[in-house]
């Protein structure tokens, strides 16, 4: 069974950063694709980035496109999500997800992930 930890949330000004991370355990995380999520309240969880297994090729919404940055490290059986520039429009629950490579089906869609993390917590500030 895979256990993804995701952290690195938590509250900052707007056109500050954060880096969240994604650590996996339980499986082959080199052939995982690894997609970052996120839902703020009374909204549906929605596309932030993914990155093929392969790390060849990377996917962002058009609201984070320029700003946020994936990245996978299979050394450290780690993904992370660099976020610049922050807006508050950018607060909300941030999930990590993964999925096998095998797997066939937009990176960009929840039901394509097997696997999630718990949530982590961030919070941008006017």
């Known amino acids: 069974q895979v256990h993804l930890a995701d952290s690195g949330g938590g509250l900052v000004q707007a056109g500050g950063s954060l880096r969240l991370s994604c650590t996996a355990s339980?499986?082959?995380?080199?052939?995982?694709?690894m997609g970052w999520f996120r839902q703020a309240p009374g909204k549906e969880r929605e596309f932030v980035a993914a990155?093929?297994?392969?790390?060849?090729?990377?996917y962002y919404a058009d609201s984070v496109k320029g700003r946020f940055t994936i990245s996978k490290d299979n050394a450290k059986n780690t993904a992370y999500l660099r976020m610049n520039s922050l807006k508050p429009e950018d607060t909300a629950l941030y999930y990590c997800?993964?999925?096998?490579?095998?797997?066939?089906?937009?990176?960009?869609?929840?039901?394509?992930?097997?696997?999630w993390g718990q949530g982590t917590q961030v919070t941008v500030s006017s």
């Open positions: 990155i093929w297994w392969t790390e060849s090729s990377t």
């Open positions: 997800a993964a999925r096998d490579s095998r797997i066939v089906g937009s990176i960009r869609i929840t039901s394509s992930y097997q696997y």
């Open positions: 339980g499986g082959a995380f080199s052939r995982y694709d």
